[in-house]
């Protein structure tokens, strides 16, 4: 997610495929119609994230100091295997397939058109959660600070996105909880994955640790608010079904590239 969250290109790639693969199966010899544009759950409902967030840290307070250190620390990583995968999940729109191996099946708009719908909807409400703090704090990314490698491309858009909280980590948490109610025999690895996704902002140099941690926090704090809205139950319960019925019919990912992933994800990066 570049500028800011970038949560509308999520929410436009979800929410097409998705949108898609529902016409097809409403109307297979109807004319295709253009998905629907994710316009959120929450609205002018969601909670203000900002004050319920820690501050971000101050130049040269010890959270700060902590963050400069990590980064540091974490530049390590560059011809580290940890690297490759810190640039795969930097496509934020991803985290569905990234989280294949924690959920034992990929979600797809064949397999899981309202999952996926869900999942774009949701987009425009992780966004509104990570774009007002991010604004008001105007926190500077951690390799404007100091040198070292990052490993994605040093675009404008990317340096002028603030730094806290990290819409990635807000991201990957808010969808991570929401496949772990959807596959509660799977919370832990699904869980960790996620929490993997946030971190190797860290590990590509990008976001600071209290950014990272505040993105998880931002999460947590939307799919609470999410839970009390009558539509998002009723379609949490619709995508429990689809789940459970796209892990019985498979197939299961490529068992060896799922062990590589989890012997990677196993090391703590900082």
């Given at each position: 997610m570049g500028m800011k969250l970038g949560a509308a290109a999520v929410a436009n790639a979800l929410i097409l495929v998705a949108g898609a693969a529902i016409a097809q199966q409403a109307a297979p010899q109807a004319a295709m119609t253009p998905a629907p544009r994710a316009s959120g759950y929450l609205g002018e409902s969601?909670?203000?994230?900002?004050?319920?967030?820690?501050?971000?840290p101050r130049p040269g307070d010890p959270r700060d100091r902590a963050d400069r250190e990590i980064y540091r620390a974490t530049r390590r990583y560059e011809h580290d295997p940890?690297?490759?995968?810190?640039?795969n999940d930097a496509n934020s729109a991803g985290i569905v397939k990234d989280l294949a191996c924690a959920l034992g099946v990929e979600l797809t708009p064949k397999?899981?058109?309202?999952?996926?719908?869900?999942?774009?909807?949701?987009?425009?409400?992780?966004?509104r959660a990570t774009n007002r703090p991010k604004d008001i704090y105007q926190r500077p990314r951690p390799y404007l600070r100091d040198k070292g490698a990052i490993c994605v491309p040093r675009d404008a858009s990317l340096a002028a996105s603030p730094d806290y909280p990290s819409g990635h980590n807000t991201w990957s948490w808010t969808?991570?909880?929401?496949?772990?109610?959807?596959a509660p025999d799977r919370a832990a690895p699904i869980l960790t994955r996620a929490r993997a996704f946030g971190e190797n902002r860290l590990v590509c140099g990008v976001h600071s640790l209290s950014a990272v941690d505040a993105g998880r926090d931002n999460g947590a704090i939307?799919?609470?608010?999410?839970?009390?809205?009558a539509q998002f139950r009723s379609d949490m319960d619709a995508?429990?079904?689809?789940?459970?019925a796209?892990?019985?019919?498979?197939?299961?990912?490529?068992?060896?590239?799922?062990?590589?992933?989890?012997?990677?994800?196993?090391?703590?990066?900082?």
């Open positions: 969601a909670p203000d994230t900002y004050a319920v967030l820690p501050p971000a940890r690297w490759a995968m810190a640039q397999n899981a058109p309202r999952t996926l719908a869900l999942l774009a909807k949701v987009a425009p409400d992780a966004s969808v991570g909880l929401i496949l772990a109610e959807l939307l799919v609470a608010a999410l839970h009390g809205v995508a429990r079904a689809e789940v459970a796209a892990r019985a019919a498979g197939p299961a990912p490529d068992a060896a590239a799922c062990a590589q992933e989890a012997a990677l994800i196993a090391k703590n990066p900082y």
